[in-house]
């Protein structure tokens, strides 16, 4: 079993995903957890060429046994997690009647169900240790959504009140949780790809995102932080 500290990163995609695991991975042992584990191989090696350690974990995230079976292989391989990153999100398009209701359950269960069942998987450890850190990608959507964001705006807002939920619980036991706005596009190829008229100052830089999820995760007690709002400086608010 590994000595370091563990992180668990799950929603590891080519943005934010894969910045937390290499922010992370300087201290920690990263578990990287996505639908497509074949994905994070690449990864995996970055993290490994750079001296970390990392176990590439295929689970889809909307589905309990899953969730369990990744996180007792995480525990066999790894040990309890320490942190967790809870980054998986679905973000369909759509007004009320534009969504279906198979659209709608699977954004819930992405983005908040799964949540729950990996908050589920790590709590019990860190209530042991009296220590431990959840933070949970967030979106504007969770306090002011469009129009067109009838399944994305309710599961960030459930994910939003997961959060609160588990502050008041978990804090004073030791457990640090958070939910963290990103108000904005990331800096990624898709967004480049979609919106080739927004220049590199007009998006969110995934390693600077994840500069303050570290920082979250290593606030003193004295001062954490329950909610906080990341953006360009030219974003609209």
Not at 17 to 45: P, Q, S, T
Not at 56 to 67: F, G, L
């Amino acid at each position: 079993m590994i000595v370091k500290k563990v992180a668990t990163v799950i929603g590891v995609g080519p943005g934010l995903g894969a910045a937390l695991a290499h922010r992370f991975a300087a201290d920690y042992a990263v578990a990287l957890v996505a639908r497509n584990g074949e994905k994070l191989i690449e990864l995996a090696r970055e993290i490994s060429a750079a001296g970390g350690t990392s176990l590439v974990v295929p689970a889809d995230v909307s589905k309990e046994q899953e969730i369990v079976g990744a996180f007792e292989r995480i525990r066999r391989e790894l040990g309890d997690p320490d942190v967790l990153l809870y980054n998986a999100a679905m973000r369909p398009q759509g007004a009320l009647m534009d969504t279906k209701p198979s659209t709608f359950e699977n954004t819930w269960r992405v983005g908040s169900f799964g949540a729950f069942l990996a908050a589920q998987q790590v709590v019990p450890a860190m209530l042991q240790k009296r220590r431990g850190v959840i933070l949970f990608t967030g979106a504007t959507a969770g306090v002011k959504p469009f129009a067109t964001s009838a399944a994305f705006g309710p599961a960030k807002f459930a994910m939003r009140g997961l959060a609160q939920v588990m502050a008041r619980d978990l804090g004073p036991k030791g457990i640090h949780v958070a939910w963290i706005n990103v108000d904005g596009a990331i800096d990624t190829p898709a967004i480049r790809e979609l919106f080739p008229q927004l220049k590199e100052e007009d998006m969110l830089k995934p390693s600077a995102i994840a500069e303050t999820y570290w920082h979250l995760a290593h606030q003193d007690p004295s001062a954490w932080t329950l909610e906080i709002d990341v953006r360009p400086f030219k974003e609209k608010f």
